[in-house]
């Protein structure tokens, strides 16, 4: 497969927008400072008057330019404040666009099998130059990949300070509403406003910020290993077959008061479910603790909630950890109540906790440097409730979406498929010693 680039342009908005400084919070730099790169699949118009690609790319321009007056700082560069910490410096330079073609078709790219789309799918983001300072590359940069059969692959690479992942998919959303001239929930962008919540100290330990807690459970400089992915399917009636086993269990685990009666959902049972495949995977001994690494969404339990339009960071990081012995010897249903009360202990309080606890430790721009998801931790990242699949520029919703590589060792991803009836699918990176086993154990229910 060969992609050749055709035009590198720079994209700014299309009209004047607010200038100076924009705030970053705690949230926003305790994450390291890269891009997420996703890539989203788009198939040939078949109407009786499909659009050319010259038409397609002046489409987007166009309303990436539009988009852009009301998401000014992702025109934006970085920068830093009197005292070195890190800023966007809302000065409208604009968004890299690159226009490619690819000599292969969309079904050729997309025929990914188990393995995942690792290297298939690098050629499709345009790199980032990080050797400069921090204000010389873009913090969005796009590129359009057409196919040999008329389909196109957008693919889209946001810095991670700029945006979680609800906030780039209301940039994506927001980027194919204002093509066909539609309006669009106008963001908010003052990142002070999470700042602000903090309480005026941490009221909890917060371990899922604490270095040594999170990296403490194995080897601190682990020799290098190889990694494997995996693209793994997983129907509707083998996520319902794990919710029924967790919940059957919950009710007929008497020992466990606070699981009698509850409801997991799909996301709890499902974690809990590769939390101990990855532990039996592994080989681990039963006295070696894990954790379950993962975001829950901020912006409904904060008091007042964060507006739905906030565009930036607004997630709580949990950790719940155990034993690995313990793990596999008690039900299902036991290892998602764990998962369940990590999640329902990130209320109002203890968010605003971890805000301080980011703020008076100084854990910000450098924390996740390290994989907090390698062996013998596990991350779990569920992308399946994102409207990842309401991308419309007027030629149809994309027939893939997803991220497009996975940096980490230990690191899995939850995606939608585009309609329920598909079930879900979970793309993995583990060490290769330990994929083949883990692959078995998924489908074992």
């Known amino acids: 497969m060969k992609i050749n680039v055709k035009e590198t342009t720079v994209v700014r908005p299309a009209k004047d927008t607010p200038g100076g400084s924009l705030w970053l919070s705690e949230i926003d730099l305790f994450f390291p400072n890269i891009h997420n790169n996703t890539v989203h699949f788009f198939k040939a118009a078949m109407d009786t008057h499909p659009l050319s690609r010259d038409d397609i790319t002046r489409i987007l321009k166009q309303s990436l330019s539009e988009v852009l007056v009301h998401f000014y700082p992702g025109a934006g560069r970085l920068g830093k404040d009197e005292n070195g910490r890190a800023q966007i410096e809302c000065n409208a330079k604009g968004v890299t666009f690159v226009v490619a073609e690819a000599d292969c078709t969309l079904d050729e790219m997309l025929d990914i099998g188990e393995s995942g789309p690792v290297s298939k799918f690098r050629p499709l983001i345009q790199p980032v130059d990080y050797s400069q300072d921090i204000s010389s590359f873009p913090l969005i940069l796009v590129k359009v990949t057409y196919f040999k059969c008329g389909g196109m692959c957008l693919a889209m690479t946001q810095h991670r300070w700029a945006a979680d992942g609800s906030s780039a998919v209301q940039f994506f959303n927001s980027w194919a509403t204002t093509a066909p001239g539609q309006p669009i929930d106008e963001p908010i962008h003052d990142r002070r406003w999470i700042s602000d919540q903090a309480l005026p100290s941490p009221k909890f330990e917060h371990p899922e910020y604490d270095t040594n807690a999170i990296f403490g459970h194995g080897n601190p400089n682990p020799a290098p290993v190889d990694i494997s992915t995996a693209y793994l399917r997983m129907s509707t009636q083998h996520i319902n077959a794990l919710?029924?086993?967790?919940?059957?269990?919950?009710?007929?685990?008497?020992?466990?008061?606070?699981?009698?009666?509850?409801?997991?959902?799909?996301?709890?049972?499902?974690?809990?479910h590769l939390w101990r495949c990855a532990c039996k995977a592994r080989g681990h001994p039963d006295d070696q603790k894990t954790s379950l690494v993962f975001p829950v969404n901020a912006r409904p339990r904060l008091c007042p909630p964060v507006?739905?339009?906030?565009?930036?960071?607004?997630?709580?990081?949990s950790a719940p950890s155990a034993f690995s012995g313990e793990l596999l010897k008690e039900p299902l249903s036991s290892t998602a109540g764990r998962i369940k009360k990590t999640i329902t202990e990130k209320?109002?309080?203890y968010i605003r906790s971890g805000i301080g606890y980011l703020r008076d430790n100084k854990v910000i721009d450098g924390f996740s440097g390290r994989s907090s998801f390698r062996n013998p931790n596990l991350g779990v990242v569920s992308w399946s409730q994102m409207p990842m699949y309401a991308m419309d520029f007027g030629w149809g919703p994309p027939v893939y979406t997803g991220p497009a590589s996975i940096r980490s060792e230990g690191k899995i991803y939850v995606l939608s498929a585009p309609t329920k009836e598909e079930g879900l699918a979970l793309y993995v990176c583990l060490e290769a010693s330990h994929m083949e086993l883990f692959k078995k154990f998924v489908y074992d229910i």
Do not use: R, T, V, W
Not at 307 to 317: H, K, L, S, T
């Open 243 to 272: 919710k029924d086993k967790a919940n059957a269990n919950a009710n007929a685990n008497a020992e466990n008061a606070d699981a009698h009666d509850q409801k997991f959902s799909a996301y709890e049972s499902l974690a809990a």
């Open 307 to 317: 507006p739905i339009e906030f565009y930036g960071n607004a997630i709580q990081m």
């Open 347 to 349: 209320d109002n309080e």
